[in-house]
């Protein structure tokens, strides 16, 4: 297994074709397995094009104002009359983003989503079998809204659902981190900064997500991080922000996360 650390080279990795991610079991018989081989985060080729489109659909129904005033809305009723030293920032952080898109994405039990999120992220990610995380994404699917003669994107399920559980889940952990990352930095000295200023610096000098993975023309596995040093910055440029990967398969949902993490802190910075 090799380590890419320097930014321009971990760039030219996500923007190369020939390097692909690891794909999920198509054999998977479990809960977990099943929506892991139905995503588009573990496809490649025109099954990933396909269910990236998806996505993209997805996240062009949602507001962001909407989805602004909600995350607001929500943080308020969480931070009421607590002061901010004994604030459970992670709490409200892996909370309100997923009810917020839970809510938008149609979810029958929005509220809930979150704790069911949570069980599942992990194995999620690493694919590790979980009882628990079994049964919190079929509750997920089974209150995801069906869409009439939905479609089956070659794996036998309703791939729409689990499409929009995916959003869930990938949302969770990242945006939470990026709100917490936003206000370390505040803690730590920034706090003249807009919460913009914030959330930008934080994606790049403390990025959400600080690897990926890719699948080398040979069959190698390629750790790429996000974190590392950048040979091309210096001299007025700062460090290239890859938060949300580059190339044909960088995140689409940045404006969303970026609008929610924004107003989570623009709340709590008020309190």
């Known amino acids: 297994m090799t380590d890419l650390i320097d930014r321009a080279d971990v760039e030219r990795v996500l923007r190369d074709p020939r390097f692909t991610v690891p794909e999920a079991s198509a054999e998977a018989r479990r809960p977990m397995g099943r929506l892991r081989s139905g995503a588009s985060r573990f496809a490649n080729g025109s099954t990933h094009e396909r269910r990236r489109a998806h996505l993209v659909d997805l996240l062009g129904l949602l507001d962001a104002r909407r989805l602004e005033a909600d995350a607001a809305a929500r943080t308020r009723a969480l931070v009421a009359g607590t002061p901010r030293a004994r604030l459970d920032v992670p709490g409200i952080a892996r909370t309100v983003p997923v009810a917020c898109l839970a809510g938008q994405l149609g979810f029958a039990e929005p509220d809930e989503a979150p704790r069911l999120v949570a069980e599942a992220a992990e194995a999620y990610a690493n694919g590790t079998e979980s009882d628990a995380a079994d049964e919190a994404v079929l509750r997920l699917l089974a209150t995801a809204p069906r869409r009439a003669g939905g479609d089956a994107d070659g794996v036998g399920h309703d791939n729409d659902a689990e499409l929009r559980v995916q959003l869930l889940v990938q949302a969770y952990a990242a945006t939470a981190a ?13 706090a003249t900064a807009t919460t913009a200023e ?23 596995v390629v750790v790429l991080r996000f974190d590392g040093a950048d040979r091309d910055s210096g001299r007025g440029r700062p460090p290239r922000t890859l938060a949300f990967g580059a190339g044909s398969r960088a995140c689409p949902a940045r404006a969303t996360a970026v609008a929610i993490a924004g107003a989570i802190v623009e709340e709590v910075r008020a309190c």
């Open 178 to 190: 990026l709100v917490e990352g936003a206000m370390r930095r505040v803690a730590t000295g920034a």
């Open 198 to 220: 914030l959330l930008e610096a934080t994606l790049r000098d403390d990025p959400p997500v600080r690897l990926t993975r890719r699948v080398d023309p040979d069959g190698a």
